[in-house]
């Protein structure tokens, strides 16, 4: 299992899309009409060899629309890779999970977990093929070069009223070691990556971190910086998240 895309929900998506690729020197997005099928718009751009996604509602009663009315602009939604498909699948139905999207073409398989049955987020569980591709990046991009192709995220943060349970269902759905206590919350290991799971504030339960590496700290804290965004250490307050940067 590893982090392959990330999704924030955005009231407005073109500005939201404007600031995100100049606060890390992003390419253009791809925007994927697939995702009309979910009352959707978005924008995907490549970072490293993954993804962060932009979604912003078009229609009324969408999943995302309920977000944005309960959190504001918030994480949204986790797209893990896993290399293994069918033992994933095996497992939540051996769990009895509820799921709310499936997916299988030539190039690539997906299923969505119902999110009350796992808990802080949707989590998407992926199995490109090959493992290098990625559907949902549009049909022509390429990952990152130069220094910029050693970007990754590398964890994400979700609150929740109980993190200790809330991560021992993670483990359990997704298949991994027990959790391991980190600072005041919990943490599951991925591949080049992690889980953390802390205790919620006002906001209620919800994606509330992600922790990016990227190629120039300094100057997408400079950038932030011009963009008026709170800026606290190496912290940047973006879309109702904390974004944790580092450097690659």
Not at 162 to 171: F, T, V
Not at 203 to 211: A, D, S, V
Not at 224 to 236: C, I, K, Y
């Amino acid at each position: 299992m590893r982090i392959r895309q990330i999704v924030f929900a955005v009231r407005d998506l073109q500005e939201g899309s404007a600031r995100l690729a100049a606060l890390l020197g992003l390419d253009p997005a791809f925007r994927d009409p697939g995702v009309a099928e979910f009352g959707l718009d978005n924008a995907v751009f490549v970072f490293g060899d993954q993804f962060i996604e932009l979604v912003s509602p078009v229609r009324d009663g969408t999943t995302a629309g309920r977000l944005l009315a309960r959190r504001g602009d918030s994480g949204y939604m986790l797209i893990l890779q896993t290399d293994d498909f069918a033992r994933e699948r095996a497992r939540f139905a051996a769990l009895g999970l509820r799921t709310v999207f499936e997916a299988e073409y030539p190039d690539i398989r997906a299923v969505h977990l119902h999110p009350k049955d796992i808990g802080g987020a949707i989590v998407s569980v992926d199995e490109p093929r090959p493992a290098a591709s990625w559907r949902w990046g549009g049909p022509a991009w390429r990952s990152q070069t130069g220094p910029r192709a050693e970007q990754r995220v590398v964890g994400i943060t979700i609150d929740a009223h109980d993190p200790r349970a809330m991560a021992g269902r993670w483990a359990q759905v997704l298949g991994l070691a027990a959790p391991a206590t980190a600072g005041a919350g919990y943490r599951l290991a991925l591949e080049g990556g992690q889980v953390d799971f802390v205790a919620a504030g006002a906001r209620g339960e919800g994606i509330g971190g992600f922790t990016l590496s990227v190629a120039d700290l300094a100057a997408v804290l400079q950038a932030a910086r011009a963009q008026g965004l709170p800026v606290q250490g190496d912290s940047v307050a973006l879309f109702g998240t904390r974004v944790e940067l580092r450097g690659a």
